[in-house]
T-cell receptor, first 114, second 115 residues
Framework: GAGVSQSPSNKVTEKGKDVELRCDPI?????LYWYRQSLGQGLEFLIY????????KSGLPSDRFSAERTGGSVSTLTIQRTQQEDSAVYLC????????????FGPGTRLTVL | DQQVKQNSPSLSVQEGRISILNCDYT??????FLWYKKYPAEGPTFLIS?????DKNEDGRFTVFLNKSAKHLSLHIVPSQPGDSAVYFC??????????????FGKGTHLIIQP
């Protein structure tokens, strides 16, 4: 398919472990976003990549979170020393500027920290 | 502090009737508003949007109304169909639709269409 893909779809981990979440944006989309949705909440914006430019990391919830984007395409979101409050669905979206309004979302990764 | 608020966690509407979903915002810098629809275990899908220079945008059964003075927008679905049952998220942006600040989402309204 030509949509945004994310892996894994589900991840269960123990508190204190590191996890890595992957996003493959739509081919040709240079803008990529990470959001997370905690239970009963709306989507919370985490970080934005435009091409190969360095992202603004100020939206990341703590310094345990980091993200990178290789070659302007695939992105990984890494959470170190996971905590129970990190449990959420992590969603990736991509779009093509100058139209950045319609963001195309992947199915998300459901992270459960025990 | 929530900048985008959807005060109804759920809404039940009979098939064929009009569904009205409401959204309020507090940030006067928002200039672009969107509605997304989400089914379980799927990512949100874009439904309809409106720029702050307009007060109405229509696409088939879906119409979005924007009242800037009240900082309020609503999504009308008419007639409502069973496939419309989903969670609807209101989203806003101060950068004409996204950019470096992403979108600010409400908590969503679960719309249930009853036969």
């Amino acid at each position: 398919g030509a949509g945004v893909s994310q892996s894994p779809s589900n991840k269960v981990t123990e508190k204190g472990k590191d996890v890595e979440l992957r996003c493959d944006p739509i081919s040709g989309h240079t803008a990529l976003y990470w959001y997370r949705q905690s239970l009963g909440q709306g989507l919370e914006f985490l970080i934005y990549f435009q091409g190969n430019s360095a992202p603004d990391k100020s939206g990341l919830p703590s310094d345990r979170f980091s993200a990178e984007r290789t070659g302007g395409s695939v992105s990984t979101l890494t959470i170190q020393r996971t905590q129970q409050e990190d449990s959420a669905v992590y969603l990736c979206a991509s779009t093509q500027p100058p139209r950045t309004d319609t963001q195309y979302f992947g199915p998300g990764t459901r992270l459960t920290v025990l | 502090d929530q900048q985008v608020k959807q005060n109804s966690p759920s809404l039940s509407v009979q098939e064929g009737r009009i569904s009205i979903l409401n959204c309020d915002y507090t940030n006067s810098m928002f200039d672009y508003f969107l509605w997304y629809k989400k089914y379980p275990a799927e990512g949100p899908t874009f439904l309809i949007s409106i720029s702050s220079i307009k007060d109405k945008n229509e696409d088939g059964r879906f119409t979005v109304f924007l009242n800037k003075s009240a900082k309020h927008l609503s999504l009308h679905i008419v007639p409502s169909q069973p496939g419309d049952s989903a969670v609807y998220f209101c989203a806003a942006s101060g950068d004409s639709g996204g950019g470096a600040d992403g979108l600010t989402f409400g908590k969503g309204t679960h719309l249930i269409i009853q036969p």
